[in-house]
């Protein structure tokens, strides 16, 4: 028996973090192996599966500097390459750069924060993998990857014991 | 006050009643699109005739350069401004019952930009070279004039114009999802591609959140940008009535002004023609409504405070304006203080009107007209001069089309996309049944909710 | 959803809690000798600098040969602007943060209400600094002279706009107040002194649900109202400049970046005054890092827009290049390169990027230290904006602050800080019944695998 993946669907919170822990203790999988599938966000920590760092700060916070660099560039740097004199101002004047700066500065930022958590989420992956059409219609999926049948069953018995609403096996992909 | 608590509905119930307007489409619905489709129509049929006349077919003369399609375009990009900042403040100050109204809001943001965006090219005169303003090197030798608040003006609505777009489009993801597995056909085929292939891991819910988190703080600046900038189109000048330090705020909180009136109308049209009484309650109107009243003192502040301390200084060249406003457009005027000051004042003091759905609909089209008034007296007396009497300025019938023609794209653009995303937010109104209870407590039940987590 | 067990907890439960007394004992009990002595002190040399103040206006410029010296005039009258915004915003920031229903409100407002009794004798002054700024003629400003007594001038408006913010001010102060009172009422002794005191104030408060309806009514109108005539007044201040017609005063602007200001410089007090709180109470955590936190980010929103409407300001004359205009913006830079950095620092680099790291913002001693500088840049802004308009017809050198105008500056300094150390002795700082309710709003309750925070949703202060 090759790799497969247990899909239990819980109708509870409550269900579902009692199935959650037990796989984590008596199951003894790990938090990759892991994966609580919802179509609504929970707040911080009640089903948690993922503890992956998550970076976009940083990323948004780099490229917010990058885009005040072009946008220096762009309203600074080009006006020195295409002299347009006038108005009693100087070619590159600080108000101006500063308001085109700014306006890269979000541009980058918030572009760049989009691509990173898209980058992060492992999106777009329009391949086929382990889900259930019943978890958009509200059911919470707890999915553990299994090496093994004897694995696979276990975790069946788990998630059954801890009132599961369905189990079952799906060969698709894990991530 | 607990009147109105939630009916809870299921999880299934909540995805049936949000994506009927996808899944079901009436005749009422074509006769809607057709109609905004023809007045666009005509309104693009008179933009062809004014690119075979030239510009002079709108009436601008020399005094008044900038006339109807420069107030329409400070008109949508203001509507364009409170959609997002709606969204994006009550996610900031964590308003339970800012679910149901996300989605529509942003939705409103997006056509209304792609509407205003469409002005300064309908203005420009050689239509044609559209493109010689954007910044490539070129054999022309020509460059954009970065010192110009015009070009400041063109950044900062394609950095909107994008980032709402990004905003927009990162809150439909996982509602895409849901939608892949409601439809058939080549709809599921659309959004298996529109939800990129969204499971909603804990993983993909962490990032989406702190997108979110990072989104919301960020967008308020830029919004916030946009109009300022536009302010300063005037503000540069140094005609009296124009240049002004107190204009970039002072559209900022018009531009609130109209569009949260604007978000009433939608707010009203949304849930009438797609049956959404169970998802937009009166206690939604209430707040906007309060928001709206907020907002209306805060504009009449910046607008008093504007005229008044020009009127008071009795500086001849800042009279010269005022004189204009007070005599050739004194109707534009009594408009302004009518439908923007009266109106509102008198009608959303009252809770009873407040959670009244037709009432607020009335303010929020009154407010409009005030705020469509108040571009006309700002762009067109301050640059107006003692030649005729009424004014310097008639608007002719092809302004009027074109003015129309705008409305008509907007409706038109509002109406088609709401065949294509669920115009109520699916997941965060069904994350509310998580965050939301009621407690038993003494005699009664009481409303409780959990306290989110500080965003940023 | 939340069936565990009853939300609210009992007002027993509470009132034997010693970190909810701790206030009332502040009031009730003597105050130990070494903190005596360093009370008596404090009001010892707050005094001395209000006589020296009072001293420096009428011996050194009244009715000496200062009257027309327009830094001397000018700095003492921001001075005691300043001042009056500062108590003003403070209650203005408290009215807030009841309308937007900040849950970590409660051990805040009474310690920003308390600014409002500034207004007993701060304004007093207001008169005679404003009559004697005979300077304003040589502006070119003739009509001024006729304009500032009429009743449609502004002089006449500041008394009628300020005196309304504060009167709502102690209205809110003293009703909020009034089951505080009740409770130090019950239990001072028998016979005491203070139990016949708190018995004039507290009247008949009883608590009963009729009173508590009463009393939220009245604290939603006043909210409104404080949140009104604070925005009133702060105008009208502006107005007093803009009005006059003098080239930058006349700055359309004024009114709401006053406003603003006023708004920052209450928060930085509120965070020096949350700090001070904490430390005469010893450690009760009334004020943990979720206040600084929240405070902080606030400061960073408000310094983001100061600095929007003062880069508004400098653009408009940047761009203009109208010569008078410019000139203003120009010398002002030039002439004070030191104030216009302290400014900029204080009201825009010091809350906005220190506030912007949460690690920063969290810690006490940061974020006094930012609060410090936010009060130098709002006094900087206030000089900058107000004397170097006389620069054509003075020179610089007439208008760098002098020694007396400084010592005014102190001396206002004083009387604020000298109303607080008067209030505190017979009001607790922090509201007893506040925490109580609080308290009973809060609970947490198990949810998958976290424990959550719930809290009865308040329904708007305007409907009960």
Redesign the interface.
């Known amino acids: 028996m090759a790799e497969t993946t247990v899909l239990g669907l819980f109708e509870e ?2 269900q ?2 009692s199935a ?2 037990r796989l984590r203790g008596e199951g003894g999988k790990a938090t990759e192996d892991l ?16 503890k ?1 760092p ?1 970076r ?2 940083t990323v ?1 916070a780099v490229f917010a500097f990058v885009g005040i660099a072009f946008g220096i560039l ?3 740097g ?2 020195q ?2 002299l ?1 004199p ?4 100087p070619i590159s ?1 600080a ?3 500063g ?2 700066a ?3 500065m ?2 980058f ?3 760049a ?2 691509i990173a ?2 980058y ?8 086929s ?3 259930d ?1 019943r ?4 059911l919470i999926g707890i999915a553990a990857h299994c090496a093994d049948e004897e694995q696979a069953e276990k975790a069946e018995q788990l998630c059954r014991d801890a009132g599961a609403a369905d189990v079952r096996r799906d060969a698709r992909a894990f991530e | 006050m607990y009147d109105e608590l939630p009916v809870p509905l ?3 119930q909540v ?1 049936t009643d949000l994506t009927r307007n996808i899944t079901q489409t009436g005749w009422l619905w074509w006769a809607i699109l057709g109609l905004f489709g023809s007045v666009f129509g005509w309104g693009a049929l008179v933009f062809a005739y004014q690119i075979y006349n030239g510009m002079g077919a709108y009436g601008n003369n020399r005094p008044i350069y900038w006339a109807l399609p420069i107030i329409n375009f400070v008109f949508w990009a203001g509507v364009a401004l409170s959609g997002t900042m709606i969204s994006a403040i009550l996610r900031l100050l964590h308003a339970g019952w800012r679910r149901s109204l996300t989605r529509m809001t942003e939705t409103l943001t997006v056509c209304a930009l792609a509407v205003a965006g469409v002005f300064p090219l309908l203005h420009i005169g050689r239509n044609w070279t559209f493109f010689w303003m954007l ?1 490539y090197p070129n054999e022309r ?3 954009p ?3 110009s608040p015009l070009l ?1 003006d063109a ?2 609505i ?2 909107y114009l ?2 709402s777009v ?1 905003f927009w489009y ?1 809150g439909l ?2 509602d895409f ?2 939608l ?3 439809t058939q056909g080549w709809r599921r085929t659309l959004y ?2 529109l939800c ?16 979110f988190g ?2 919301t703080v ?2 308020i ?2 919004f916030v ?1 946009l109009h300022t ?1 536009v302010g300063w189109d005037f503000g540069m000048s140094i005609v009296p009535g124009w240049h002004s330090n107190i204009f970039a705020p002072y559209f900022v909180c018009g531009a609130l002004y109209s569009g949260c009136g604007a978000v009433l109308i939608i707010m009203y049209c949304v849930r009438r023609s797609f049956h959404l009484e169970q998802y937009i309650l009166p206690k939604h109107f209430d707040n906007i409504g309060k928001v709206l009243f907020s907002i209306s003192l805060l504009w009449f502040y910046f607008f008093a405070g504007d005229a008044w301390s020009d009127w008071f200084s009795r500086d001849p060249s800042h009279i010269n304006w005022l004189y204009f406003m007070f005599h050739g457009y004194k109707w534009v005027l009594a408009l302004i203080l009518v439908f923007g000051i009266l109106v509102p004042f008198s009608m959303l003091a009252f809770g009873k009107v407040r959670r009244t759905p037709w009432l607020m609909l009335l303010v929020g089209i009154s407010v409009n007209i005030a705020m469509f008034s108040e571009r006309v007296t700002v762009v067109i007396p301050a640059p107006s001069r003692n030649i005729l009497t009424w004014g310097n300025y008639t608007p002719n019938w092809v302004g009027i089309s074109v003015t129309a023609g705008a409305i008509g794209l907007f409706g038109f653009l509002y109406t088609l996309l709401s065949k294509f995303i669920p115009i109520v937010s ?2 965060e109104f ?2 509310g ?3 939301e209870g009621l407690e038993r407590v003494g005699g009664g039940e009481m409303p409780v909710v ?1 306290r ?2 500080a965003i940023g | 959803m939340f069936d565990n067990d009853n939300i609210l907890t009992s007002p027993r439960s509470i009132a034997l809690s010693v970190d909810a007394s701790s206030p009332l004992q502040l009031v009730l009990d003597e105050p130990q000798q070494s903190r005596l002595t360093k009370l008596r002190l404090m009001t010892l040399i707050c005094v001395g600098l209000v006589l020296a103040a009072g001293v420096a206006i009428y011996g050194y410029a009244y009715f000496g040969h200062h009257r027309n010296d327009p830094s001397f005039w000018h700095i003492s009258l921001v001075s005691l602007l300043f001042w009056i915004g500062l108590s003003q915003g403070m209650v203005a920031l408290s009215a807030l943060l009841r309308i937007t229903h900040a849950s970590w409100r409660y051990p805040l407002n009474r310690l920003l209400d308390i600014g409002s009794l500034f207004g007993l004798w701060g304004p007093l002054l207001l008169p005679v600094l404003v009559i004697t700024r005979r300077q304003i003629y040589a502006l070119g400003s003739s009509d001024y002279r006729d304009n500032v007594w009429r009743l449609s001038g502004p002089i006449f408006w500041d008394a009628l706009t300020i005196g309304t913010a504060f009167l709502a001010g102690w209205m809110l102060l003293y009703l909020t107040s009034l089951p505080d009172f009740a409770i130090l009422r019950d239990r001072a002794g028998e016979g005491s002194k203070e139990k016949k005191f708190y018995t004039r104030l507290a009247w008949f408060w009883r608590g009963s649900e009729h009173q508590w309806r009463v009393l939220r009514r009245a604290e939603g109108v006043l909210v409104v109202g404080i949140l009104t005539t604070f925005v009133g007044s702060q105008t009208v201040l502006g107005w007093d400049f803009q009005l006059a017609a003098a080239r930058n005063w006349d700055s359309s602007i004024f009114a709401p970046l006053y406003t603003l200001s006023s708004l920052l410089g209450a928060l930085a007090l509120a965070v020096l005054l949350m700090t001070i709180a904490n430390r005469i109470l010893r450690g009760r955590g009334f004020f943990n890092s979720e206040h600084y936190n929240n405070l902080g980010r606030f400061m960073v929103a408000i310094g983001l827009v100061w600095f929007y409407f003062r880069f508004c300001d ?2 408009t004359a ?2 203009g ?1 109208l010569p008078e205009e410019w000139l203003i913006q120009q010398s002002r830079t030039s002439t004070f390169p030191v104030l216009v950095l302290l400014m900029i620092i204080g009201c825009f680099g010091a809350p906005v990027f220190g506030n912007m790291i949460p690690a920063i913002r969290k810690q006490p001693w940061a974020s006094c230290t930012i609060s410090l500088l936010v009060l130098v840049g709002l006094a900087a802004q206030r000089y900058l904006d107000t004397v170097p308009t006389f620069a054509p017809r003075y020179g610089t050198q007439a208008l760098l602050p002098t020694l007396p105008a400084i010592v005014v500056f102190f001396g206002i300094a004083a009387m604020f800080i000298l109303t607080y150390l008067l209030a505190i002795r017979y009001i607790p700082i922090i509201s007893w019944w506040g925490i109580g309710k609080s308290q009973t709003r809060i609970a947490q309750r198990k ?4 424990i ?1 925070t719930v809290m009865v949703e308040d329904p708007p202060l305007w409907e009960t």
Not at chain 1, 135 to 138: A, D, K, L, Q, Y
Not at chain 2, 196 to 211: I, N
């Open positions: 919170i409550e579902a973090a959650l822990n994966m609580v599938m919802s179509s609504v966000p929970f707040p911080e920590g009640v089903l948690e599966s993922d992956s998550i976009l700060t948004t762009l309203a600074g080009t006006a390459l295409y347009i006038g108005g009693g101002k004047p108000p101006s750069i308001i085109i700014y306006e890269m979000m541009l930022a918030l572009t924060a989009f958590a898209l992060e989420m492992r999106l777009p992956s329009w391949r993998k382990v889900y059409t978890i958009s219609e509200g | 299921t999880a299934a995805n910044a030798q020509l460059w004039n970065y010192k400041w950044t900062a394609s950095v994008t980032t990004i990162s993801i996982p999802a849901i892949r597995e409601r298996t591609v990129l292939g969204w499971r909603g891991t804990d993983r993909e819910w962490r990032r989406l959140k702190v997108l990072i989104l960020m967008i600046p830029v940008s900038i699916i997941w069904r994350e049944d998580h965050a959990i989110e987590e | 400098y653009l940047w761009y290049h949810m998958g695998n976290t959550v």
